[in-house]
Protein backbone atom coordinates (compact mmCIF):
# COMPACT_ATOMS: atom_id res chain seq x y z
CA UNK A 1 0.00 0.00 0.00
CA UNK A 2 1.44 3.49 -1.22
CA UNK A 3 1.20 6.17 0.98
CA UNK A 4 0.19 10.05 -0.22
CA UNK A 5 3.29 12.29 0.39
CA UNK A 6 1.46 15.39 2.00
CA UNK A 7 1.24 18.57 -0.22
CA UNK A 8 3.73 21.10 -0.52
CA UNK A 9 2.88 24.18 2.04
CA UNK A 10 3.44 27.25 0.11
CA UNK A 11 3.11 30.72 1.20
CA UNK A 12 2.70 33.97 -0.90
CA UNK A 13 4.48 36.96 -0.15
CA UNK A 14 3.67 39.71 -2.41
CA UNK A 15 2.47 43.43 -1.81
CA UNK A 16 -0.45 43.06 -5.06
CA UNK A 17 -3.39 41.58 -3.72
CA UNK A 18 -4.47 40.23 -7.77
CA UNK A 19 -0.72 38.84 -7.62
CA UNK A 20 -1.70 36.80 -4.14
CA UNK A 21 -4.61 35.64 -5.41
CA UNK A 22 -3.63 34.48 -9.15
CA UNK A 23 -1.12 32.25 -8.28
CA UNK A 24 -3.29 31.27 -5.21
CA UNK A 25 -5.58 30.12 -7.36
CA UNK A 26 -2.97 28.31 -10.19
CA UNK A 27 -1.27 26.35 -6.84
CA UNK A 28 -4.08 25.62 -5.48
CA UNK A 29 -5.38 23.91 -8.72
CA UNK A 30 -2.33 21.58 -8.99
CA UNK A 31 -2.19 18.64 -7.35
CA UNK A 32 0.14 17.95 -4.44
CA UNK A 33 0.60 21.53 -3.71
CA UNK A 34 -1.42 23.50 -1.17
CA UNK A 35 -1.40 27.48 -0.53
CA UNK A 36 -1.36 27.95 3.33
CA UNK A 37 -1.05 31.13 3.61
CA UNK A 38 -0.50 35.16 2.21
CA UNK A 39 2.06 37.78 3.21
CA UNK A 40 1.38 41.30 2.35
CA UNK A 41 5.03 42.48 3.06
CA UNK A 42 8.46 41.29 4.26
CA UNK A 43 6.96 41.46 7.75
CA UNK A 44 4.26 39.60 7.18
CA UNK A 45 6.02 36.75 5.46
CA UNK A 46 8.84 36.53 8.91
CA UNK A 47 5.88 36.16 11.09
CA UNK A 48 3.04 34.02 8.91
CA UNK A 49 6.84 31.69 8.17
CA UNK A 50 6.99 31.65 11.86
CA UNK A 51 3.28 30.63 12.45
CA UNK A 52 2.41 28.54 9.22
CA UNK A 53 5.70 26.48 8.80
CA UNK A 54 5.42 26.58 4.59
CA UNK A 55 8.04 24.34 3.03
CA UNK A 56 7.89 27.30 -0.02
CA UNK A 57 7.58 30.94 -0.20
CA UNK A 58 7.24 32.88 -3.49
CA UNK A 59 8.64 35.97 -1.73
CA UNK A 60 8.51 39.28 -4.00
CA UNK A 61 11.90 41.26 -3.89
CA UNK A 62 10.12 44.47 -3.43
CA UNK A 63 7.69 45.17 -1.17
CA UNK A 64 7.33 48.17 0.98
CA UNK A 65 8.72 48.15 4.45
CA UNK A 66 10.40 44.90 5.11
CA UNK A 67 12.05 43.82 1.44
CA UNK A 68 12.01 40.05 -0.05
CA UNK A 69 15.83 40.08 0.18
CA UNK A 70 15.75 40.97 4.09
CA UNK A 71 12.77 38.78 4.70
CA UNK A 72 14.69 36.09 2.73
CA UNK A 73 17.70 36.35 5.05
CA UNK A 74 15.53 36.47 8.29
CA UNK A 75 13.30 32.94 7.48
CA UNK A 76 16.52 31.12 6.22
CA UNK A 77 19.27 32.31 8.97
CA UNK A 78 18.12 30.01 11.54
CA UNK A 79 20.24 26.92 11.52
CA UNK A 80 17.47 24.35 11.47
CA UNK A 81 15.70 26.34 8.74
CA UNK A 82 13.86 23.87 6.51
CA UNK A 83 11.64 26.78 4.32
CA UNK A 84 12.90 27.09 0.61
CA UNK A 85 12.49 30.70 -0.92
CA UNK A 86 11.60 31.51 -4.40
CA UNK A 87 12.08 35.36 -5.26
CA UNK A 88 9.71 36.64 -7.65
CA UNK A 89 10.74 39.14 -9.96
CA UNK A 90 9.47 41.36 -12.87
CA UNK A 91 12.96 41.56 -14.57
CA UNK A 92 15.37 38.87 -15.49
CA UNK A 93 18.28 40.55 -14.78
CA UNK A 94 17.38 42.22 -12.10
CA UNK A 95 20.54 43.04 -9.63
CA UNK A 96 18.82 42.51 -6.51
CA UNK A 97 18.15 38.72 -7.36
CA UNK A 98 21.74 38.13 -6.86
CA UNK A 99 21.73 39.35 -3.55
CA UNK A 100 18.51 37.66 -2.57
CA UNK A 101 20.63 34.33 -3.78
CA UNK A 102 22.64 35.30 -1.40
CA UNK A 103 20.82 35.72 1.19
CA UNK A 104 19.18 32.21 1.25
CA UNK A 105 17.16 32.28 -1.40
CA UNK A 106 16.56 28.78 -3.95
CA UNK A 107 16.39 30.35 -7.19
CA UNK A 108 13.82 33.00 -8.60
CA UNK A 109 10.48 33.36 -10.81
CA UNK A 110 9.50 35.62 -12.99
CA UNK A 111 5.78 36.75 -12.37
CA UNK A 112 4.72 36.65 -15.69
CA UNK A 113 5.98 32.91 -15.59
CA UNK A 114 3.10 29.84 -16.77
CA UNK A 115 0.55 27.82 -14.13
CA UNK A 116 3.30 24.91 -15.29
CA UNK A 117 6.95 27.01 -15.02
CA UNK A 118 5.08 28.14 -11.48
CA UNK A 119 4.21 24.33 -10.50
CA UNK A 120 7.66 23.21 -11.61
CA UNK A 121 9.29 26.28 -9.56
CA UNK A 122 7.95 25.07 -6.46
CA UNK A 123 8.30 21.60 -6.95
CA UNK A 124 12.04 21.77 -7.51
CA UNK A 125 12.86 24.19 -4.73
CA UNK A 126 10.69 21.71 -2.21
CA UNK A 127 12.98 19.02 -3.35
CA UNK A 128 16.11 21.08 -2.98
CA UNK A 129 17.19 21.65 -6.15
CA UNK A 130 18.21 24.87 -7.09
CA UNK A 131 16.34 26.85 -9.92
CA UNK A 132 19.41 28.20 -11.78
CA UNK A 133 19.13 27.56 -15.04
CA UNK A 134 22.77 27.99 -16.95
CA UNK A 135 21.42 30.82 -19.08
CA UNK A 136 19.56 32.96 -16.28
CA UNK A 137 22.44 32.00 -14.03
CA UNK A 138 25.04 33.88 -15.89
CA UNK A 139 23.21 36.35 -17.01
CA UNK A 140 22.39 37.20 -13.16
CA UNK A 141 25.90 36.98 -12.18
CA UNK A 142 27.13 39.06 -15.48
CA UNK A 143 24.95 41.74 -13.99
CA UNK A 144 25.98 41.66 -10.57
CA UNK A 145 29.78 41.72 -11.76
CA UNK A 146 28.59 44.93 -13.73
CA UNK A 147 26.79 46.43 -10.87
CA UNK A 148 29.13 46.10 -8.46
CA UNK A 149 32.32 46.05 -10.28
CA UNK A 150 35.83 46.37 -8.03
CA UNK A 151 33.86 45.89 -4.87
CA UNK A 152 33.56 42.08 -4.07
CA UNK A 153 37.40 41.20 -2.74
CA UNK A 154 37.83 37.51 -4.40
CA UNK A 155 39.37 35.01 -2.27
CA UNK A 156 41.81 32.85 -3.70
CA UNK A 157 39.96 29.30 -4.86
CA UNK A 158 42.91 27.40 -3.41
CA UNK A 159 42.94 28.83 -0.36
CA UNK A 160 39.10 28.85 0.44
CA UNK A 161 38.22 25.44 -0.57
CA UNK A 162 41.46 23.69 -0.48
CA UNK A 163 39.25 20.93 1.38
CA UNK A 164 37.92 19.38 -1.83
CA UNK A 165 38.30 16.69 -3.79
CA UNK A 166 38.84 17.28 -7.72
CA UNK A 167 35.82 15.14 -8.50
CA UNK A 168 34.17 17.60 -5.54
CA UNK A 169 35.44 20.21 -7.20
CA UNK A 170 34.38 18.91 -10.81
CA UNK A 171 30.30 18.77 -9.21
CA UNK A 172 30.85 22.12 -7.96
CA UNK A 173 31.90 24.01 -11.05
CA UNK A 174 28.47 22.13 -12.55
CA UNK A 175 26.24 22.74 -10.05
CA UNK A 176 27.38 26.75 -10.88
CA UNK A 177 26.22 26.04 -14.14
CA UNK A 178 22.87 25.29 -13.47
CA UNK A 179 22.63 21.47 -13.73
CA UNK A 180 20.54 19.46 -11.58
CA UNK A 181 21.71 16.06 -9.85
CA UNK A 182 20.45 14.30 -12.38
CA UNK A 183 21.97 15.86 -15.02
CA UNK A 184 25.35 16.38 -13.62
CA UNK A 185 25.42 12.24 -13.09
CA UNK A 186 24.59 12.11 -16.50
CA UNK A 187 27.63 14.28 -17.52
CA UNK A 188 30.05 12.55 -15.49
CA UNK A 189 28.55 8.65 -15.83
CA UNK A 190 28.06 8.40 -11.86
CA UNK A 191 24.97 7.62 -9.58
CA UNK A 192 22.67 10.09 -9.16
CA UNK A 193 22.89 9.16 -5.32
CA UNK A 194 26.70 9.63 -5.80
CA UNK A 195 26.12 13.26 -6.50
CA UNK A 196 24.24 14.00 -4.13
CA UNK A 197 26.53 12.58 -1.68
CA UNK A 198 28.79 14.88 -3.32
CA UNK A 199 26.77 17.72 -3.04
CA UNK A 200 26.22 16.99 0.83
CA UNK A 201 30.37 16.60 1.78
CA UNK A 202 30.96 19.87 -0.91
CA UNK A 203 27.93 21.72 1.35
CA UNK A 204 29.59 20.35 4.80
CA UNK A 205 33.29 21.21 4.11
CA UNK A 206 32.29 24.88 2.64
CA UNK A 207 29.92 25.48 5.72
CA UNK A 208 27.06 26.58 2.81
CA UNK A 209 23.12 25.53 3.76
CA UNK A 210 22.21 24.92 0.10
CA UNK A 211 23.29 24.19 -3.72
CA UNK A 212 21.86 27.91 -4.63
CA UNK A 213 24.94 29.30 -2.21
CA UNK A 214 27.39 26.65 -3.37
CA UNK A 215 26.20 28.14 -7.08
CA UNK A 216 27.33 31.84 -5.69
CA UNK A 217 30.43 30.65 -4.24
CA UNK A 218 31.92 29.40 -7.37
CA UNK A 219 31.01 32.82 -8.66
CA UNK A 220 32.20 34.91 -6.02
CA UNK A 221 35.49 32.97 -5.46
CA UNK A 222 36.41 33.03 -9.27
CA UNK A 223 35.99 29.09 -9.65
CA UNK A 224 32.97 29.66 -12.35
CA UNK A 225 33.45 32.98 -14.15
CA UNK A 226 30.50 34.34 -16.37
CA UNK A 227 31.16 34.43 -20.53
CA UNK A 228 33.20 37.75 -21.33
CA UNK A 229 34.56 37.85 -17.59
Known amino acids: MTTTPPPIRVLIADDQMMVRQGFTVL???EPGIEVVGQAVDGLDAVA????LAPDV??????????????ATRRVTAPPDAAVKVLI???FDLD???YEALRAGAAGFLLKDASAAELAHAVRVVAAGEALLAPNITKRLIAEFSRVTAGSVVRTPVGQRAAGLTERETEVLVLIAQGLSNGEIAERLVVAEQTVKTHVGRILGK????????AAVFAYET????????
Not at 48 to 51: D, G, L, M, R
Not at 57 to 70: A, F
Not at 206 to 213: I, P, S
Open 48 to 51: KVAE
Open 95 to 97: EYV
Open 206 to 213: LGLRDRTQ
Open 222 to 229: GLVRPAGY
Open 57 to 70: VLMDIRMPGLGGIE
Open 27 to 29: LNA
Open 88 to 90: LTT
